[in-house]
C-alpha cells in the first residue's frame, strides 16, 4: 500500500515539502491506515500533520467508541486532534437533504474551516471508485460523472485512491494498526452499501481483477474528459457574442462540444447544478430557432433573435404614479424610475429646429405639448391601454405592439406610460399617440429624453 501512496503522489503532485495535511480520520480501516501512512512519511516530507475527526451523532456510543480510538491514537503519536460534534439527522431534517449528502456537507464544511491553506487528505480508496463508478453509471452519468473521485480537487487529497480495501488491511495489519467497524457499513438501507455487497462482488467472480480493470477504465476516461473540457472552453469563446452566445454557431459544434458549453453557460449564467434534462432542452430551443425555458432556480434561457442569452426582467415603476409638469427647456423635471431615467422638457417651435441641431443626441421623442388634456402622468401600463401609432390609421394594444417591434419579455415588465385625461399620448418603444404628434400648428413641443431601446 505504501509503494502504491506514494507513486499517486508523485504522480499527481498531492504534496509539496512543508505542506500543512489535516487527516480527515473516521477511525475505520481506510482513514486510520491513511493517518498511520502520513505520520510515516512526515519527516521526509516535513509535513505539519494534524487529525480531524466528525461525530455525527447517529450511531451513539459506538460513535463515541469511534471518536476515542482516533483521539487516543493522535495523542500516541503527537498529532494535533480537532473534532466536531453534529446532529446530522436534525439538520438533514431541518434542509429536507438525505442523511448522506447532509453529512457530506458538514464534514467538508468543517474541514475546510479548520485551516484555509491546509491540503485536506481523504481516505478513498480504489473500492471507493468502483463503487462510486456503478452508482453514477446507474444513474445514467455522463462522462464528467463516470470519471469517478479524482485524487485531487481544490485542496482535497486522495493518496489511497489507488489502493484497494484489502491493500489497506492488509497494510494495517502488518504494522497491528487499531480500527473499528462502522455497524451500518453492513446496512442495506444505503445505496452505496447494496453496491459493495450485492454487485461487487459478482463482478469480482466475473473478473477477479476488476478494481486494476476499473482504474484503467478510469485512467483513460479522465483523459477523454480533460481534452473534451479543454475543446469545450476554447469552442466556447469562438461562439460568445457581445450580448450572449451565437446560436447558429453553437449549434453546428459536435454534439460533446456543444452540451459541455451550454453548461458552462448555464453556471456562467447563475445555475448552480446544471441537469441533463436542462442541456436537452436548450439544445430543442437551439434546433427550433427561438423560444425560452426555465432552468433551476428560476433562471431564463432564450433564443431571440440568433442569440441564446439570460434575459433578466427589467424592474420598471410597479405602482407609483407622477405628475409630469415640463420645465422650459433648458430646464427639465427628471424622474428616476429604478435604473431608468426620463425627463421632460417644452419648448417653442421657433426655437426647436435650433435645439435639434445642437442636442440631437439628447432628443428621444417630441409631442404637441398644446393638445393635451387635462393634467399629464406617468403611470405603469394598464390592462386595456391602446395606442394611436402614427401614420397607422388604427389604435392597437400594447400587446400587439410589443409583438410587432418584437420586444423581448424581459424588457415589458413595469414599461412607463406618460397619459393625460384621455389616454396614453407617449411610451419608451412606441413613440407619440398620433392625436398628438407635431403638425404645422404647433406652437410648443413636448421633449423626452430617456427611455429603453430594443
Not at 481483477?209 to 476554447?234: F, P
Not at 403611470?379 to 397607422?392: A, E, F, I, N
Request: overall charge positive.
Amino acid at each position: 500500500m505504501k509503494c502504491k501512496a506514494l507513486e499517486t503522489i508523485q504522480r499527481h503532485q498531492l504534496l509539496t515539502p512543508g505542506a500543512a495535511v489535516i487527516a480527515a480520520v473516521s477511525g475505520g480501516a481506510d482513514s486510520m491506515a491513511l493517518l498511520f501512512f502520513l505520520d510515516e512519511i512526515r519527516e521526509e516530507f516535513h509535513l505539519t500533520l494534524s487529525a480531524a475527526h466528525i461525530n455525527h451523532g447517529l450511531r451513539g456510543e459506538e460513535a463515541d467508541r469511534d471518536e476515542a480510538l482516533v483521539r487516543d491514537t493522535c495523542r500516541q503519536f503527537g498529532i494535533p486532534f480537532h473534532v466536531l460534534h453534529t446532529d446530522v439527522a436534525r439538520e438533514a431534517a431541518r434542509t429536507g437533504e438525505g442523511i448522506e449528502a447532509c453529512g457530506r456537507r458538514l464534514r467538508y464544511a468543517f474541514l475546510e474551516s479548520l485551516d484555509e491553506k491546509a491540503l485536506i487528505a481523504t481516505a478513498h480508496t480504489l473500492d471507493d471508485q468502483l463503487e462510486t463508478f456503478l452508482m453514477h453509471f446507474a444513474r445514467g452519468a455522463g462522462l464528467h460523472g463516470l470519471c469517478g473521485i479524482p485524487a485531487k480537487r481544490g485542496r482535497i487529497i486522495r493518496p489511497l485512491i489507488d489502493c484497494t480495501r484489502g491493500e489497506v488491511e492488509a497494510y494495517c495489519a502488518e504494522r497491528r494498526i487499531s480500527y473499528v467497524t462502522d455497524s451500518t457499513n453492513l446496512s442495506r438501507d444505503y445505496v452505496r452499501n447494496r453496491v459493495r455487497l450485492d454487485i461487487v462482488p459478482v463482478l469480482r467472480e466475473i473478473n477477479p481483477n476488476v478494481h486494476e480493470a476499473v482504474r484503467r477504465c478510469l485512467d483513460t476516461l479522465s483523459a477523454d474528459e480533460m481534452l473534451l473540457e479543454q475543446l469545450a472552453v476554447q469552442s466556447m469563446e469562438t461562439v460568445r457574442t457581445e450580448n450572449g452566445y451565437d446560436a447558429a454557431r453553437l449549434l453546428s459544434q459536435p454534439k460533446a462540444l456543444r452540451s459541455r458549453i451550454i453548461e458552462k453557460m448555464l453556471t456562467e449564467g447563475g445555475c448552480s447544478a446544471p441537469e441533463y434534462r436542462h442541456i436537452t432542452a436548450i439544445e430543442r430551443l437551439l434546433e427550433q430557432g427561438h423560444g425560452s425555458i426555465q432552468v433551476s432556480g428560476g433562471i431564463a434561457v432564450r433564443v431571440w433573435r440568433g442569440v441564446i442569452d439570460f434575459p433578466r426582467e427589467e424592474k420598471g415603476f410597479q405602482q407609483a404614479s407622477f405628475s409630469v409638469v415640463p420645465q422650459q427647456w433648458p430646464a427639465a423635471q427628471v424622474c428616476k424610475l429604478g435604473e431608468e431615467t426620463l425627463s421632460f422638457s417644452f419648448v417653442y417651435k421657433k426655437d426647436f429646429v435650433k435645439i435639434q441641431k445642437i442636442h440631437k443626441h439628447r432628443l428621444a421623442n417630441c409631442l404637441d405639448y398644446d393638445r393635451i388634456h387635462g393634467n399629464l402622468i406617468l403611470r405603469p401600463r394598464r390592462p386595456g391601454d391602446r395606442l394611436h401609432p402614427v401614420g397607422r390609421g388604427c389604435s392597437k394594444t400594447f400587446k400587439n405592439l410589443f409583438q410587432e417591434l418584437e420586444v423581448p419579455p424581459e424588457k415589458r415588465g413595469g414599461m412607463p406610460v406618460l397619459g393625460d385625461a384621455a389616454g396614453p399620448v407617449w411610451t419608451p418603444f412606441f413613440g407619440v399617440d398620433e392625436r398628438v404628434c407635431i403638425t404645422d400648428k404647433t406652437k410648443r413641443i413636448l421633449m423626452i429624453s430617456g427611455g429603453r431601446k430594443v
